[in-house]
């Protein structure tokens, strides 16, 4: 079924992550017709990058990555679930009073969809690293490619709750280290930090407390 944008699915696949590749017929300027591709994952939900900190130390996962010789370095990330959004009970941050904030002006998520993306972040981010979330602050959003990835990303400020025992994870990370936020910029020009979540993760991160 053809989407509002006149998208047609030409490929999917539902093994592990849910990828779809879509296709609309386009003509330029010169009136040339051409096909525009966009990628799908995870049925377009909005993603979370999550930005956790422990004084003056950022929580970095080690990831593997297929096409990477080494582990990557990069914040944790997931996609939204519906149970984000569900009952108060069944959230991860059902035990906080006022321990999530969806407040930033974003044109791309709605308060709504910032809160809901909170528990994302809390809920992937004990998943994958044990580390569970005493608050959580949406910071703001960003489109992964505005072209032909379109998927909307929320980058979240997790303070981890040290009080809490570490959960047991999902196996899959490689593991995770808190680093010094003042190794930040060497890790980046060297590379090692190359991700463009992450990447966009510090550029909202730096917007936000430069206000």
Partial sequence: MASPQGFEPLYES??????????????????NGYVHHRLVTAHGRPGAVILATLDAHLLLAHARRD????????????????????????????????GRRGTADSDLLDEQA?????????????????????????????????????????V?????????????????????????????PGLIAKGRIADAHSLAALALWQAATAR
Wanted: aromatic share 6%; charged share 20%; glycine share 12%.
């Fill in 14 to 31: 539902t093994q592990g992550t849910h990828v779809r590749l879509d296709g609309a017929h386009r003509v330029d300027g010169a009136g």
């Fill in 114 to 154: 910032q809160l809901a993306l909170c528990n994302t972040a809390a809920r992937e981010l004990r998943e994958e690293t044990g580390y569970r979330v005493g608050r959580a602050q949406f910071l703001g959003g960003y489109v992964t490619d505005t072209s032909i990835y379109p998927q909307r990303v929320g």
């Fill in 156 to 184: 979240i400020h997790c303070v981890v709750d040290t009080g809490k025992t570490l959960a047991t994870t999902d196996g899959e990370l490689a593991g995770s280290s808190w680093t010094p936020l003042t190794q930040l």
């Fill in 67 to 98: 096409h990477l010789a080494a582990l990557s370095l990069e914040m944790p990330r997931g996609s939204w679930d519906p149970v984000d959004s569900g009952p108060a009970e069944r959230q991860e941050l059902r035990y906080l009073a006022g």
